[in-house]
């Protein structure tokens, strides 16, 4: 199928609207030729709504096994926009009733805070469809999200541009902004929306709050650390549980590069136990025992990566008693020096804001990362203690960020190097043909069917088995950087909106208890 670009849909018109039941299914499928040779089906981008809806019916009634490699694939997107559309429905549904005079029941005064009609129609919604409380008010503030300043984003669902999860990330990433800080970030976000996931996506409206509005992410941040907790233990059955930590992204990033690096440390000696099981092992090791972690040793091993082994934990545990961490945040020039305020990025979190960044840098080793000022591009890394390839290594993660694969979370600084065309074939070991792939994905190009190319403008086009092609564009580093950037738009017309004299808030509901259960 002919690859589109969601950027260039208005989302009031991003699939067509639903067409005549009989036209639908009477259709004989075929509009016309994509480029990549197979045959587009009407119903390949219909719109979500009845029609759609008893179409894929009749497949499910007929059965599947006569379908196309390529249309099974996109009978299984017919119905998550089928999904979408549902969902924005159940939502509208709830968003309305808490607008009813029936919900606007009187209350004492005592209780008028806590007993909203919000409040009643989700658990009202909660209890008809077997849900927590929790749930049913989520539902309800997502469909007053979309009959309100998030209504492109109710729109998107409806037509099943994005999905519920991705919709929620939105408004739960928006719960509690201004309102034209929120426009902004809709704005900013529901472009690329499709083809993140949830947890991207959730990513990208933390990003664009800190790039819209840095000052106000100050705030923000500062209001946010005071609501740091560790939640009480959460069964999970087989004799297991889990624990949610809320704390600063920097000292998040920080605990887990310290149990990750110990425990490849051990990986590395050894020890026979995963990387995960080790993460797990030490994390507990290092809160139940900290004198044994935080001694120095005189075995004679000496004090710099010293382990010591706890036979009482499964497997014995390896406790570092020193460990550098090494934690990467690329910061603009014009940040350091204190003459712009723009975001910076935290690798394994995304942008921070600029006062973080400054102080950040004050205590830390600066290395030299030099970005075209025109884009945000990196163009050259100047580290001395590595070898050249290293050098260039650097330079492609702090390019990629992330693997290249479309929705794909990896980690740059936890991918592989991958030579676009094969070196085998002629590719050179160059910033041009390399590209970040997380292990798993470099086994899905080199093993696995799929192929990937770079085109002229930078972009990366991936072919699967099936015939389908998906264009990948990763983003600047930086993009406050890219004087071409809708940021800078953006950030125009939120300070004409910000001249306004009120600065009212998108909050619908109060804030999470301090014992929210982890998200496992």
Not at 148 to 155: K, P, R, V
Not at 195 to 203: D, F, K
Not at 378 to 391: H, I, Q
Not at 474 to 488: F, Q, T
Request: charged share 25%; proline share 8%.
């Amino acid at each position: 199928m002919t690859e589109r670009d969601p950027s260039t849909l208005p989302w009031d018109e991003a699939w067509p609207e639903p067409c005549a039941e009989s036209a639908l299914l009477a259709a004989s499928g075929r509009d016309d030729a994509a480029d990549d040779g197979h045959p587009r089906l009407v119903w390949h981008e219909a719109a979500p709504g009845g029609d759609l809806a008893q179409l894929v019916a009749s497949f499910e009634r007929e059965g599947i096994s006569e379908l196309s490699d390529y249309d099974l694939v996109e009978l299984a997107a017919a119905a998550g926009r089928l999904a979408s559309w549902a969902h924005h429905v159940a939502a509208s549904a709830a968003g309305e009733l808490a607008r009813r005079p029936v919900m606007d029941t009187a209350t004492p005064s005592e209780f008028s805070a806590s007993l909203t009609p919000a409040r009643l129609a989700g658990e009202e919604v909660a209890m008809r469809l077997g849900v927590s409380s929790r749930a049913g008010e989520r539902l309800v503030r997502e469909g007053t999200s979309f009959a309100a300043h998030l209504h492109a984003t109710g729109q998107a669902l409806r037509t099943g541009r994005i999905d519920a999860t991705k919709a929620r990330a939105i408004v739960d990433g928006l719960d509690g902004v201004p309102v034209e800080l929120a426009l902004g970030v809709q704005d900013m976000v529901l472009p690329r929306a499709p083809q993140r996931t949830p947890r991207q996506l959730a990513a990208d409206v933390r990003a664009a709050l800190v790039e819209l509005d840095p000052p106000e992410a100050v705030a923000r941040r500062e209001a946010a650390q005071s609501r740091r907790h560790v939640t009480k233990p959460v069964p999970l059955g087989d004799g297991m549980a889990g624990l949610w930590l809320r704390t600063g992204a920097v000292e998040a990033t920080a605990l887990y590069a310290s149990i990750d690096e110990a425990a490849r440390r051990a990986r590395a000696r050894g020890d026979s136990r995963t990387l995960d099981q080790l993460r797990a092992d030490l994390l507990v090791e290092r809160g139940l025992h900290p004198v044994r972690c935080g001694a120095q040793q005189t075995d004679g091993t000496g004090p710099e990566g010293a382990q010591v082994e706890l036979p009482h934990t499964p497997g014995g545990s390896l406790c570092p008693t020193t460990t550098r961490i090494d934690v990467r945040v690329l910061v603009p020039l014009s940040t350091l020096l204190g003459t712009r305020d723009e975001a910076a990025l935290l690798e394994g979190y995304g942008p921070i804001d600029p006062e973080l960044a400054r102080c950040l840098a004050r205590a830390g080793t600066w290395r030299r990362l030099v970005t075209d000022p025109a884009s945000g591009a990196v163009l050259d890394v100047g580290r001395t203690r590595y070898a050249p390839p290293a050098e260039i290594a650097e330079h492609v993660r702090s390019r990629d960020l992330e693997c290249v694969r479309p929705t794909c979370e990896t980690s740059a600084w936890r991918s592989e190097l991958d030579h676009v065309v094969p070196f085998a074939d002629g590719g050179p070991t160059a910033v041009s043909n390399l590209a970040s792939l997380s292990k798993g994905c470099h086994q899905l190009k080199t093993h696995g069917g799929f192929s990937l190319a770079r085109e002229g403008d930078g972009a990366l086009r991936w072919s699967t088995p099936t015939g389908h092609s998906f264009v990948h564009r990763p983003p600047p580093a930086l993009r406050a950087l890219d004087a071409e950037n809708p940021v800078h738009r953006a950030r125009e017309d939120l300070e004409h909106l910000a001249r306004a004299p009120a600065r009212p808030v998108a909050r619908s509901h109060a804030e999470p208890e301090g014992d929210e259960p982890p998200p496992f």
